[in-house]
């Protein structure tokens, strides 16, 4: 197993109470694996991938992260992450840490992504959206990661570009031997690029399980509602769109029990109290 994470818990103190966005998370990522972490904005997600580097400041984490691979990120808005004022070169060369003739070294890992070797002295605001999301994931290659955590890394894309992105990522990933953790909301995603796949609620996992498993066969209410709430083609044109009534809790004021059970269709008054056995029967 590459990386490990066992019951990570995050909290901060703040104002004089204690907010928890990650609770008792656990989870895996096999060496060359593809794993992805599904779930709504505020759940989670985003934090606990950066904790798994690290990159969690000012904050009580415990729980344990087993494996030592090397990880590399890739960001969901590539314009806020890259100097606006440096040329793309130089920002890729930052990450070679002083390698021997690195000009051809950053030109083949702009190659490697598909950008033509006079992108070097380009600044970020001379290319689109995705060209700058593919100096991102040169900028990740050229540590030569074991890992790559891709979070939301195609969020500010058209449909067309998110696609070569993403295709972008996975053939690069698997040249070289590389895990990909991808984190998203999006289970057209997931159904195509992960092997595995955890869903995220409020802080938990509430379901994990191959993808077959988890999409053909999901088991836990807020899993049938992500997939629920999907558009499909298939149905006329004027079926109405479904959705998850309500939104996802502060961390601030987890629900009792089962923490879904306030937005859940399926509730009892049971599930105030504790989580039931067949949702529990979705951590397979």
């Known amino acids: ?87 793309v070169g130089r920002q890729i060369e930052e990450g070679l840490r002083g390698a021997h ?62 696609k070569e992105v993403l295709d972008l990522v996975n053939r690069v990933a698997e040249e070289r031997k590389t895990a990909v953790l991808l984190i998203t909301h999006n289970l057209g995603l997931v159904a195509q690029y992960s092997k595995y796949v955890y869903v995220m609620y409020a802080g938990e996992i509430v379901e994990r399980g191959t993808v077959p498993e988890v999409l053909g066969s999901p088991m836990h209410p807020y899993t049938q509602g992500l997939i629920a709430a999907v558009p499909r083609l298939d149905l006329p044109k004027d079926s109405p769109l479904v959705g998850i009534a309500g939104t996802v809790p502060p961390p601030t004021d987890w629900p009792t029990g089962c923490a879904f059970h306030p937005r859940c269709p399926k509730a009892t008054p049971d599930c105030a109290r504790a989580v039931s056995k067949s949702c529990m029967s979705a951590l397979r």
């Open 101 to 162: 003739d690195a000009d051809a070294r950053v030109k083949e890992l702009l190659a490697a992504v598909g950008l033509p070797a006079e992108t070097v002295r380009k600044y970020p605001c001379n290319l689109s959206g995705g060209q700058q999301q593919r100096v991102m994931i040169a900028m990740a290659l050229a540590q030569e990661p074991d890992l790559l955590i891709a979070d939301e890394p195609t969020t500010a894309l058209d449909v067309t570009t998110q």
């Open 1 to 87: 197993m590459l990386l490990g994470v066992k019951d990570l818990r995050i909290a901060f103190r703040m104002e004089g109470k204690m907010s928890v966005p990650v609770r008792g998370v656990s989870f895996d990522v096999p060496a060359n694996g593809r794993v992805a972490i599904v779930g709504e904005s505020g759940c989670g997600k985003s934090l606990t991938a950066l904790a798994v580097g690290g990159l969690v400041d000012r904050a009580e984490i415990s729980g344990s992260i087993e494996g030592s691979p090397r990880i590399a990120y890739i960001f969901q808005n590539p314009m806020q992450s890259l100097n606006p004022v440096m040329r």
